[in-house]
């Protein structure tokens, strides 16, 4: 809390200072007040559009205010520049966060804004000193720009960045630097923003125009939310059937263009049935996400895991060769997975008292291009017999290739009659606690 304290700090500190500098101008009063009410309205109009995508997605408000504080930095004095943000992230959080975003979290994010803000001035008014009279549009007016543009978004996501690498108990790259597309998505809004501050001080009318721009942007944005997803399963937040077949033909044509490798694994949790009988749908779907979350952390972050539909998983894994397959790297990722979910203890709140649900196992097949076909089908039908191979041998346990394949139906094919698989014949106790 010490370092999120200091920021904060930090930026008052800084804000006090600078409001001891000059009156600003009437003009530039005009400006703030202008940059203020376009924030304000833009986030009305965004609340509105947000709703289409609430809709379909739990992903937090896309926020594209930086166009307007971003454009008070490099075009305001540092007060009415300070001013800007604080109005505009306010009424943002007022009217967007405020359910999700507790008020220690928005002071911290409107101090990191601020400092941004001043950090960025100072640039411009260094590089450029008389932009306030010959815009920004010309001289080391444009140079100015980028430079304050790379100071700003330096400063905002570094301290964020910061924040999340400190408070996060296993940070990644992703989780703390965020995804390549939001990072481009900011860059944007900065570059507009910079256009603002040159429209804004050529003619104040002409910054209207920055809102259909900004409206588009939403737009691309719900459209890339909406398709991420269609393609993700609402239970498990892996990728749906149709989804993983898609990702996995491309990199199995991309093995074959290349000759490189791959290899997938099928994966069928054991007597999953049970768990719905005994403890309900609602047990059952906190199951399958705990199962999903723990596929998800046993492999690479380039590795497609994709849910088949009911309990069945499947995780293609690039550049994963099965030449050998008493030694080879799939069947040690099938076995770590495999143990794993067998040590999973899932707990959970009922109207009778916690429940932990536990002795789950997984049966696990697999198969490997190359060794096993050169098309995604064919890869599909080996290892799915290799998952019943492993089922018919007593589940738990994990079955590569064509070894034990079954001599008539396929594997999803025997699964579904049933009674090769059923727990009267095997004799297992359900995998439930």
């Known amino acids: ?40 309205l833009h986030t009305e109009i965004a609340v509105r559009a947000e709703r289409v995508r609430r809709r379909v997605t739990e992903t937090p408000h896309v926020d594209l205010s930086s166009v307007w504080t971003f454009a008070g930095a490099v ?76 100071v700003y978004t330096t400063i905002n996501s570094g301290l964020i960045a910061g924040a999340i690498a400190v408070s996060s108990p296993n940070p990644t790259v992703t989780t703390v630097l965020g995804h390549w597309d939001e990072n481009a998505l900011e860059l944007a809004t900065l570059c507009l923003g910079g256009l603002t501050a040159i429209v804004l001080a050529i003619n104040p009318w002409l910054v209207l125009f920055v809102l259909p721009a900004l409206l588009v942007l939403h737009r691309a944005v719900l459209v890339r939310q909406l398709e991420e997803a269609a393609s993700t399963d609402g239970k498990t ?43 309900g749908h609602l047990a059952g779907d906190e199951v399958l996400a705990a199962v999903a979350a723990t596929l998800r952390a046993e492999v690479r972050d380039n590795d497609l895991v994709g849910r088949f539909g009911g309990e069945e998983f499947v995780i293609l894994l690039p550049g994963v060769d099965d030449s050998d397959y008493g030694s080879a790297e ?62 018919r041998a007593g589940r738990n346990r994990v079955h590569v290739g064509l070894q034990s394949r079954p001599d008539k139906a ?10 090769a698989l059923s727990e009267a014949e095997t004799g297992e106790a359900p995998a439930a606690g």
């Open 237 to 279: 937040g892996l990728l749906n059937a149709a989804a993983w077949h898609s990702y996995a033909q491309r990199e199995v044509s991309r093995a074959v263009r290349q000759g490189g490798a791959a290899s997938l694994l099928i994966l069928d949790l054991d007597h999953f049935k049970s768990v719905n009988d005994r403890h």
């Open 330 to 391: 799939l069947r040690l990722v099938a076995e770590r997975i495999r143990r794993r979910v067998e040590s999973l203890s899932i707990q959970m709140p009922t109207p009778d008292g916690p429940l932990t649900i536990s002795g789950l196992t997984v049966s696990v097949g697999g198969a490997a291009f190359g060794t096993d076909g050169t098309e995604l089908a064919r890869m599909l039908e080996t290892a799915d017999s290799a998952l019943y191979s492993a089922k």
């Open 75 to 150: 075009l305001l004095p540092p007060v009415l520049a300070t001013l800007v943000a604080i109005v505009v992230f306010t009424h943002l959080w007022w009217r967007a966060w405020r359910p999700r975003v507790p008020v220690y979290r928005q002071l911290f994010s409107t101090a990191t804004v601020v400092l941004a803000c001043l950090a960025a001035g100072a640039v411009v008014n260094y590089v450029a000193p008389a932009h306030a009279t010959a815009g920004l549009g010309s001289g080391t007016g444009p140079l100015a720009l980028v430079l304050a543009l790379l």
């Open 410 to 419: 396929s594997g999803r094919e025997a699964r579904e009659q049933g009674p």
């Open 1 to 40: 809390m010490l370092p999120v304290f200091m920021v904060e700090l930090t930026a008052l500190a800084l804000v006090v200072l600078s409001a001891t500098a000059s009156v600003p101008s009437t003009g530039r009063l005009l400006d703030a007040a202008t940059l203020m009410f376009l924030g304000v």
